[in-house]
């Protein structure tokens, strides 16, 4: 999971314990797909063909269009034609991705970006339907890009684990609560204008983010049925494939653009908490790397929870 970066996006589908990696490949892959085409069709004199294709895989607000594409509420959270707009999703899904990954593992990962993903479409669709305001724009108003799904993982990061801190340039160590929160704060205060349908789904990937996590320390996963249909994929796929194993080494670390805090590993399990020690946390935490959350037992499970929580 960690080291090269290139090296492991590569190697994104060889593998099946690191869906960020997956993740990213797919976003990137059916960028450059989108990128190919557009050019072509547009040298091509079929530019407004392209675009009108484009329209059936992003998510309209309208509810009589949805129920005739319900495949957009899925096919929406992969597709962006900015550089930009894809650029600083796939970091913020890095960085933050590197967290839940550590902590929750592999599957919970692509669980969370998923839900967040259907929730954030769900909320854009429910309040341009209700809101006066969105009225007029009903009909004409179609949402694309990963942001639900990667808000989604990054207030589930800071829900997890709060005061993991970041090196922000020009700023300095800030912990990811207050990235999550200065982000949460901006897309409330920009669902009136331009981009209003794209900061509602922000809105609603958080909200998942947040009860995502908080419903897993109560011993309940929201993400089961999305875990489920993965696994059938991956099973699917990988009938005639051989099983390839990945291990992270105890030695290694995050490679960040930003750096990554050792408060997201057991520096301060002592006096964060009585109920565990660093070996113990250092121990969970390699196991989940390993093996994944799910092999985790109830003990453990609440010792992991209960040191994220300081």
Not at 35 to 48: D, K, N, Q
Not at 106 to 113: D, F, T, W
């Amino acid at each position: 999971m960690y080291g090269n970066f290139w090296e492991n996006l590569k190697n994104a589908f060889k593998y099946s314990d690191n869906s960020l990696y997956k993740l990213i490949a797919i976003n990137l892959l059916v960028f450059m797909a989108l990128l190919v085409f557009r050019v072509l069709f547009t040298i091509g004199g079929a530019g407004e063909l392209y675009h009108q294709a484009l329209t059936y895989l992003m998510m309209p607000a309208a509810l009589d269009r949805l129920i005739t594409q319900p495949w957009s509420i899925v096919t929406y959270m992969f597709l962006h034609e900015g550089f930009f707009h894809i650029i600083f999703n796939m970091l913020f899904l890095y960085w933050f991705g590197m967290i839940i990954h550590q902590y929750l593992g592999s599957r919970k990962l692509a669980n969370l970006y998923i839900l967040g993903g259907l929730a954030g479409g769900l909320f854009y669709v429910l309040i341009y339907n209700i809101a006066p305001f969105f009225n007029d724009a009903i009909d004409t108003s179609l949402m694309l890009g990963a942001s639900a799904g990667v808000f989604a993982i990054v207030v589930g990061a800071a829900t997890l684990a709060p005061n993991t801190t970041f090196m922000l340039i020009l700023i300095g160590p800030v912990k990811i609560k207050y990235i999550a929160m200065f982000y949460v704060i901006l897309a409330f205060a920009n669902t009136v204008g331009a981009n209003a349908g794209g900061e509602l789904a922000h809105l609603g990937g958080a909200l998942m983010g947040f009860v995502y996590v908080t419903q897993l320390r109560n011993g309940r996963d929201l993400g089961d049925p999305v875990q489920r249909v993965g696994i059938w994929f991956e099973n699917f796929f990988s009938k005639n494939k051989k099983v390839h194993v990945s291990y992270r080494k105890k030695s290694a670390s995050p490679s960040f653009g930003s750096t990554f805090s050792k408060s997201t590993k057991a520096s301060n399990v002592v006096s964060n908490s009585g109920d565990a020690t660093q070996e113990e946390i250092d121990r969970i935490l390699d196991k989940i790397a390993d093996k994944g959350y799910d092999a985790l037992n109830k003990e453990e499970k609440r010792k992991l929870f209960e040191f994220s929580k300081k």
